[in-house]
């Protein structure tokens, strides 16, 4: 039994076979895209156009004004200095002056005569100064007189005496001393004997700082070593003792101070 072939066939509406649709989407999509290549194109180029131009015809000329750059105004006001427009300026500066019409000299000065009697002299007391009651006078313009005696000069006279007058030292048992007692120490040194005669040889140095010290010489170990401490006494207040170093330590001179405790 023979059996005959049949071909389905689908009607897609259009009388086409259905592929005419994807063929003139793609051809717009492919012209769309050659648009807009050609358009990035176009702008790379002008863009790039724009840049080789800039430098030479983008470069902005300034104009120079018209007229002076300076003009002087009309009322240049500040002040006139004085002496100017005279003759005497005009014959420093070399010109020719024409000679004046009149020449006046000036008056001669007064002559005071011989028997002219001098102003009165105010009233004063008598030490020599002008009374401050005078009238017109509120303090007298004279000082009064210098004392018989130069303060200053006695002053250093006496410093000069007592720094030459043998003074006696007073050395003071250092377990007399009580707690609290302010002390500066002027060395450490092995005996007694060299620590009087360093308190001998600074006392020479500087007569005024130990006129009113007593000396202190106490004797310490450390180290299985025995040393004699010299110190001075006198010191009210701690200010005291360090002003009393601050004097010996300008002067390379070893000076602390302590405190008996």
Not at 223 to 234: D, K, N, Q, S
Request: aromatic share 4%; proline share 10%.
């Amino acid at each position: 039994m023979m059996q005959a072939d049949h071909h389905t066939r689908f009607d897609t509406g259009d009388g086409g076979d259905g592929r005419g649709g994807g063929s003139a989407l793609r051809m717009l999509t492919n012209v769309l895209a050659v648009v807009v290549s050609l358009g990035l194109l176009a702008g790379f180029v002008g863009w790039g156009w724009t840049l080789a131009v800039r430098d030479v015809s983008g470069v902005p000329v300034v104009r120079a004004l018209e007229g002076p750059m300076r003009v002087a105004p009309d009322d240049p006001g500040g002040l006139r200095a004085a002496h100017q427009g005279l003759s005497v300026n005009a014959i420093a500066a070399g010109a020719e002056i024409a000679p004046p019409e009149r020449v006046l000299l000036a008056p001669a000065p007064p002559v005071l005569e011989a028997d002219a009697a001098p102003p009165p002299s105010p009233p004063r007391d008598e030490s020599g100064a002008v009374i401050a009651s005078t009238p017109g006078l509120t303090r007298s313009p004279v000082p009064p007189p210098r004392p018989s005696y130069d303060l200053v000069a006695e002053t250093a006279a006496r410093a000069v005496l007592q720094s030459l007058a043998p003074g006696a030292t007073v050395e003071i048992d250092p377990d007399s001393l009580a707690p609290g007692t302010r002390l500066v120490q002027l060395g450490a040194l092995d005996d007694g004997a060299a620590a009087r005669s360093e308190w001998e040889r600074l006392a020479d140095s500087f007569p005024a700082l130990f006129e009113d010290k007593g000396r202190v010489i106490q004797a310490a170990e450390a180290g299985g070593r025995t040393f004699y401490r010299l110190r001075a006494h006198g010191f009210g207040t701690e200010a005291e003792a360090r002003r009393f170093c601050a004097v010996l330590i300008a002067e390379d001179v070893t000076c602390i101070p302590v405190l008996i405790r």
